[in-house]
């Protein structure tokens, strides 16, 4: 859950009177890796997120994305951009969509993962398309995996607007993988 709150600073510089915000969420943390957890798929594990019997990852709800879909070689987030994400040229900084799209990425590979299998991202490839301002609607980020082996992974993914259809950004992964069981 996220709460925002406008509030009017009083005095000091460096701007007096002028509103500020403050962003606060509040998430679940990760549960201990219990031998029913690590028995779970990364499929299992990504569902078991979406029905609410696992908590999602702390950085979606730290950006303000969530994971809305998992399937097979699919994993698909959907964020909201807003004015917390503004780099200094106020547009929404692309490290948010570059988070956005390294998690629809490697969830995808995740969801292709048996039980006691992990991985990690080692390269990826990120290409903005246009940028997303503060008041853009809902972006929508789909990943798949395209190959999954027993030391590497590939997959790509694409950000597009909920409400325009359009292409925002693009990216490519190589992940490792890693077994723990």
Not at 35 to 64: H, N, Q, V
């Amino acid at each position: 859950m996220t709460t925002y709150e406008t509030r009017y600073e009083t005095g000091g510089p460096p701007a007096t009177g002028v509103p500020l915000r403050s962003r606060t969420h509040t998430w679940q943390p990760r549960p201990e890796m219990t031998p029913e957890l690590l028995g779970m798929s990364g499929l299992e594990i990504l569902r078991a997120s979406l029905k609410g019997d696992l908590p999602g990852a702390s950085m979606a709800s730290t950006l303000g994305f969530r994971l809305t879909e998992a399937a097979e070689g699919v994993a698909v987030f959907e964020g909201d951009p807003g004015d917390h994400l503004l780099n200094p040229m106020g547009t929404v900084h692309g490290g948010f969509l570059a988070t956005l799209l390294d998690s629809a990425l490697g969830s995808s590979v995740m969801t292709l993962l048996p039980a006691g299998t992990a991985y990690t991202t080692v390269q990826l490839g990120v290409h903005m398309i246009r940028p997303v301002m503060a008041d853009t609607p809902t972006l929508r980020c789909e990943g798949t995996a395209l190959h999954v082996g027993r030391t590497t992974a590939t997959a790509e993914a694409r950000v597009t607007g909920m409400h325009d259809g359009r292409l925002y950004a693009h990216a490519t992964t190589t992940c490792a993988i890693l077994r723990t069981g």
